[in-house]
């Protein structure tokens, strides 16, 4: 069935460091891929999405192509900042629903 | 884009008891959908509520133990029935979006059994 991979957590870096967190996918069809944040004691709010091969979704300063020769769907950001440390989850869209990769904590110290 | 509140925000529970979850949207909806998310892991759906007709659920979830309740296009009730410490998780409703699927997500209750 489908599922989602992501990178193992918990990331650290210093601020202004450049995060990349790996999501690959494994999907019959073509699937929208996706990435959620969850920050400490909150629900999940979508970050970016993209919906085809080469679309590259954005949102605040992250970004992730849709790579389907790789399968895959990684997340970037050129410089992070203390209030980026929350999990992020990479998914996509399933038949019917949302599959989830295991989410993978960032942590960014000052 | 749609507004979700979910009540209670979090409850501690006792074993063997049950607890309802409601989750209201501020706009009519087709379909909402009840996630799970246990300790440090990851959301597995629950069940898929649609207005008129009964909740559609995931392998390993049944609905003697999950029973959903969807009288409108804008509520939607999740109980946890006979609660165990295994049961302690962050419950999350969810509805579609412009047609997506990756939607928007209410705040989740946070449930604890003891």
């Known amino acids: 069935g489908d599922s989602v991979t992501q990178m193992e957590g918990p990331v650290t870096l210093s601020e202004e460091a450049f995060l990349t967190i790996n999501c690959t996918y494994t999907?019959?069809?073509?699937?929208?891929l996706f990435w959620y944040v969850q920050y400490p004691g909150e629900g999940l709010q979508l970050l970016l999405k993209a919906t085809k091969a080469d679309d590259k979704g954005s949102n605040k300063g992250f970004e992730a192509t849709y790579r389907k020769e790789t399968t895959s769907f990684h997340l970037e950001k050129g410089s992070v900042q203390v209030s980026d440390s929350a999990v992020y989850f990479c998914?996509?869209?399933?038949?019917?629903?949302?599959?989830f990769g295991q989410g993978t904590e960032l942590s960014v110290k000052p | 884009s749609a507004v979700i509140s979910q009540k209670p925000s979090r409850d501690i529970c006792q074993r063997g008891t049950s607890l309802t979850i409601q989750c209201q949207v501020d706009s009519q909806v087709t379909m909402m959908f009840w996630y799970r998310q246990q300790p440090g892991q990851s959301l597995t759906l629950i069940a898929t509520?649609?207005?008129?007709?009964?909740?559609?659920?995931e392998s390993g979830f049944v609905i003697d133990k999950f029973p959903i309740s969807r009288p409108n296009l804008t509520f939607s009730t999740l109980t946890v029935s006979n609660m165990s410490p295994e049961d302690s998780s962050i419950y999350l409703c969810?509805?579609?979006?412009?047609?997506?699927?990756?939607?928007?997500f209410g705040p989740g209750t946070r449930l604890l059994v003891l």
């Open positions: 969810s509805v579609e979006a412009a047609g997506w699927l990756a939607g928007v």
């Open positions: 998914a996509l869209s399933g038949v019917g629903k949302l599959i």
């Open positions: 999907a019959t069809g073509y699937p929208s």
């Open positions: 509520a649609n207005q008129g007709s009964e909740a559609t659920y």
